[in-house]
């Protein structure tokens, strides 16, 4: 991956989440919390799902070299917290649009060394691992596509219409 394979990847993530952000904002409690069956039973769980795993990356990201979207309020958030916050929609629009805003100023601020770098972290479970920087971006990118893929189904499933996911139409 290049850097401005990054950027787009970050522009088009940036622009759909914007565009789910608006049938989420239409969704009732009932909508939002409907247990549809799946590993992640609601729309809510889906998008709590993101939220927290996204914020996990972007803290591990810094541990890459400074960036400024440090200092945004997302960021201060603990995992619990962040929990807590995601549990309206209008609450997760809120968290998802500075996640979000976090991902454009990583991808803004990448050189091509942080790309070809490795990044080691902990995972959840204490394990410490080392992945290539490009490809912990390839993966995020497809992580929240596969979870909007998910939502899309859920919003079929309440006979909400929706289509929100072309790329090229993104970028």
Not at 58 to 72: A, I, P, Q, V
Not at 110 to 130: I, W
Request: include cysteine; charge should be negative.
């Amino acid at each position: 991956m290049d850097i401005s394979t990054a950027r787009d990847l970050s522009l088009y993530n940036y622009r759909v989440n914007d565009a789910v952000n608006d049938f989420l904002t239409e969704l009732t409690e009932e909508q939002w919390t409907t247990d549809f069956g799946g590993v992640y039973r609601s729309i809510k769980e889906i998008c709590t799902h993101l939220a927290v795993t996204d914020h996990a990356w972007l803290k591990r990201l810094l541990t890459l070299k400074s960036f400024s979207y440090s200092s945004f309020p997302v960021m201060a958030l603990d995992r619990d917290k962040l929990k807590s916050e995601s549990t309206l929609a209008s609450q997760y629009i809120k968290i998802r649009r500075q996640l979000d805003a976090c991902f454009l100023n990583l991808s803004e601020e990448l050189a091509d060394p942080d790309l070809s770098s490795d990044l080691t972290f902990k995972r959840l479970n204490g394990e410490m691992m080392a992945k290539p920087v490009d490809k912990i971006l390839l993966h995020l990118s497809h992580h929240q596509t596969h979870h909007r893929g998910m939502i899309a189904l859920y919003l079929d499933m309440l006979g909400i219409d929706n289509d929100f996911s072309n790329l090229l139409n993104q970028i």
